[in-house]
């Protein structure tokens, strides 16, 4: 891989109010029966991803595959030599290995071998802004009394490459090619800087129409997606490793990852979210988008389809907005095509905000594949000329640059301390947890700690809403206030919300020994899991729980007027979490 033209940049402290908080990390909500199966472990003790399940399962490894080893390097070599494995590629935590045809099962069953991976095929999330999301405010000084633009915070973008256009002049601090050793990190696809111009193009001018979220921030480009826009998990994997060697280096503290892969395999299991997971305890945010997968071919929508690394507790996972093109929050839509939660495996409600992603018009790199497959998504021409993209993609670009203009004014966050600011500003639109999260993102509002704000002339209330892992019946911990990196032992949200040992959840939800669903919750008349999974008729969620039919879940509980939940969990007039 080639390192061009590096450059140092600093993260110097700003000035910034002190904030003062406790976080309630609430693990609860909603579960599936999707794809348990696949997850089950091997017959020999491994743990294998789905299609290296099914290989396994029908002898299907009839020619050479490559496997992703989470493993010591000894352990690595050890079963090179038995197995008559090839390395590919030297991981930090393990090895890409080529197995012989007919041999899989074989090391499948190896007892020195806890869990095997695909290295399954990424794409960039991409379905063929700035004021609606309050970001020209922050810049301009409105909300804090000074310019804030994200100076001093690097984003890492993990996609198709960088090109050094005008608007991103000077603050590409790096590029590496993971997809060719000798590669110059050149984005010869184009999504790559579609994305970073969305996180940090300076623009022409303020009132330039692809002036970036954070126009001040620097980039460092990782390439690991090649001129189709595809690549492999391995190459992701390495790509994040890099940018946690080198964060101090080069400044960076927000990884963008604009890009997805199928999820077969738990998170816990999956090489690729155990990188996020170390990006994350090394001190980087990690913004992954959800996916396009939110409707199958006939306009039906899907749901449990987001797609790696989206699924990880440890990114903050973005669903997109169709903002219908005007700043105006009043007639945002989630987008049709923008990946709906839980997750598959381990069942986490997904995403945890949402941005717009519809219709983004940002840079264009000249002789892209994008600009010659896809003419017509070229707008203007010669120095002009604009690409517009939709997609998740554009939704995870702009919290990226929603993320780092709050670092700007709080550097001291750590990655749990970003997420609940960027929630708790959000505008919870009534999209619902599953499509949006806790709702539309809001930069001005969350810069400003949740001081009432305007956008488009229409008053924005925040959410006052967090959560991160939420999944059914797991048990509430109160997070310490040195888990966001803020010093205190209280922590109050403007308009009078308060997050102490207890605390009021949106209108009517009250969260300590029992709880109230808010006005209750009504779910679609019929929707498609994703992988064919077919829920019941519909049912409705208010002060009481009523399935259509009456319903029997798995391993023979019965949900009715009440239920108990395994391990613990009893659902009645409250609920009691437990392990």
């Known amino acids: ?180 050793a000798q590669g110059q990190g050149l984005d010869k696809h184009g999504h790559g800087t ?50 946690i060697a080198n964060r101090q280096q080069y400044g960076i503290r927000i990884l963008n990852l604009s890009l997805g892969a199928p999820v077969l395999q738990s998170y816990r299991d999956d090489p690729l979210n155990q990188a996020v997971e170390r990006a994350f305890r090394a001190g980087l945010v990690v913004v992954a988008s959800s996916g396009n997968f939110g409707k199958d071919a006939n306009g039906k929508l899907i749901y449990g389809a987001v797609t790696a690394p989206g699924n990880s507790p440890f990114a903050i996972t973005v669903g997109a907005l169709n903002t219908k093109g005007t700043p105006f929050r009043s007639d945002d839509v989630v987008a049709s095509y923008s990946s709906k939660g839980p997750t598959l495996f381990d069942h986490l409600v997904k995403p945890d905000i949402a941005a717009p992603g519809n219709r983004i018009k940002g840079l264009l790199v000249q002789g892209s594949t ?47 301390g970003v997420r609940v600011i960027l929630q708790l500003g959000a505008q919870d639109q009534n999209f619902g947890l599953l499509l949006a999260g806790v709702g539309s993102m809001n930069a001005a509002a969350s810069v400003a700690r949740g001081r009432g704000t305007l956008i488009a002339g229409e008053k924005i209330p925040s959410s006052g809403i967090t959560f991160t892992g939420l999944v059914f019946g797991s048990r509430v911990r109160f997070a310490t206030s040195s888990d966001m990196g803020i010093a205190g032992e209280g922590f109050t949200w403007a308009d009078g919300f308060t997050w102490a040992d207890g605390f009021t959840w949106a209108d009517g939800f009250t969260w300590a ?6 006005d209750g919750f009504t779910w679609a008349d019929g929707f498609t899991w994703a992988d064919g999974f077919t829920w019941a008729d519909g049912f409705t969620w208010a002060d009481g729980f009523t399935w259509a039919d009456g319903f029997t879940w798995a391993d023979g509980f019965t949900w009715a007027d009440g239920f108990t939940w395994a391990d613990g969990f009893t659902w009645a007039d409250g609920v009691v979490w437990g392990e």
């Open 1 to 180: 891989m080639v390192l061009t033209s590096p450059r140092i940049f600093g993260t110097p402290r700003r000035p910034g109010d002190r904030l003062v908080t406790v976080w309630l990390a609430a693990t609860v909500l909603l579960t599936c029966a999707a794809g348990a199966d696949a997850q089950s472990a091997n017959s020999r003790g491994a743990r294998l991803s789905k299609d290296l399940a099914q290989l396994v399962a029908t002898h299907g490894d009839f020619k050479p595959t490559d496997v992703i080893l989470t493993a010591s390097q000894e352990k690595v070599d050890r079963l090179a030599a038995r197995h008559g494995l090839t390395v590919l590629q030297r991981l930090s935590t393990g090895a890409l290995l080529r197995v012989p045809a007919n041999r899989l099962e074989d090391v499948a069953g190896d007892a020195e071998v806890d869990s095997l991976s695909g290295n399954h095929v990424v794409a960039g999330q991409m379905a063929g802004m700035i004021q609606s999301i309050g970001a020209d405010q922050v810049q301009s000084g409105l909300t804090l009394g000074v310019p804030v633009t994200g100076t001093g915070i690097g984003v890492a973008v993990i996609d198709s490459g960088v090109a050094n256009v005008p608007e991103l002049r000077g603050r590409i601090a790096a590029s590496v090619d993971f997809t060719d």
């Open 194 to 243: 579609h994305v970073a111009g969305i996180i940090a193009a300076a623009g022409q001018s303020v009132n330039d129409d692809t002036r970036g979220v954070a126009p001040g921030a620097h980039i460092v480009s990782l390439k690991v997606l090649d001129s189709k826009g595809f690549g492999v998990v391995s190459s992701v994997i390495a790509a994040i490793d890099w940018a």
């Open 370 to 416: 994008l600009a010659k497959t896809h003419p017509e998504l070229v707008m203007g021409t010669g120095n002009g000329a604009r690409l517009e993209l939709s997609g998740t993609s554009m939704a995870a670009a702009a919290v990226s640059g929603a993320a780092a203009l709050v670092l700007s004014t709080q550097p001291h966050l750590k990655p749990l």
């Open 513 to 518: 020994d029992g709880f109230t669903w808010a």
